[in-house]
């Protein structure tokens, strides 16, 4: 299994702390990821961490750590707002399949690292490298043929789930948002993995965020 702990900002994390890590990207003239690193640090908390105010870190720590039933619904109850992942289904190949919510270390540091791209660039649409390897290399995974296919199963599932929101008015009434975390992309063919390293060119390496979510962001 890769670690949660690859990639630069969990890295930095382990080796100078929270504090000492803010203040290197403050000298380094990286402000602006200091945001990112704060998602990192909460993803790393592990299941201490609650439901919070960022829309965004609230998707990423609030995945399930372990797989769940195919048709099972993910559920977390903060202080004003409940979440509901939902599993969704998508077209393969022409075959109607059903996914799960995404869950684990591997789910984690796909949605760091869109979410690190999309605020780097201030575009939702992101691109992810160009083939397999040089994806996994930015994201801090190693490369290879298992990792590559439950790379490509939480990439399916991430994009097949939709979120809900649900809380409560001041007069007591019910309110919900729905929405997903990407739009289009992230949707790998099951010969990728198959592909040789002078194929990955063949790579799908675009992605394009739901736009509530890189709103939200």
Known sequence: MDSPYAGEFPQ??????????????????????IPLLEITHALLA??????????????????????????????????????LIEPGTLI?????????????????MILIHLMFEAFRTGSR????????RRWFEKMGILFGGA?????????????ACSLKFFWATE???????????????????????????AQENLFDDTVILDQDFFNAL
């Open 12 to 33: 930095l994390l382990l080796a100078h702390g929270y504090e000492e890590t803010v203040s290197l990207l403050k000298r380094s003239g990286r402000e602006d990821d």
């Open 46 to 83: 592990g299941e201490k961490s609650g439901i919070g105010v960022s829309y965004s870190g609230l998707c990423l720590t609030s995945l399930p750590h372990k797989k769940l039933p195919e048709d099972q619904v993910w559920k977390r109850a903060g202080h004003d707002v409940t979440l």
């Open 92 to 108: 393969i190949g022409g075959e109607e399949r059903k996914f799960g919510v995404p869950y684990g270390a591997r789910a984690r």
């Open 125 to 132: 649409e992101v691109k992810l490298g160009g083939s397999q």
């Open 147 to 159: 990792t590559a296919g439950a790379i490509r199963d939480q990439s399916r599932r991430i994009s």
């Open 171 to 197: 007069s007591g009434g019910d309110i919900f948002s729905k929405a997903g975390i990407v739009s289009s992309g992230l949707l790998f063919g099951d010969n990728l993995i198959r592909k040789s390293h």
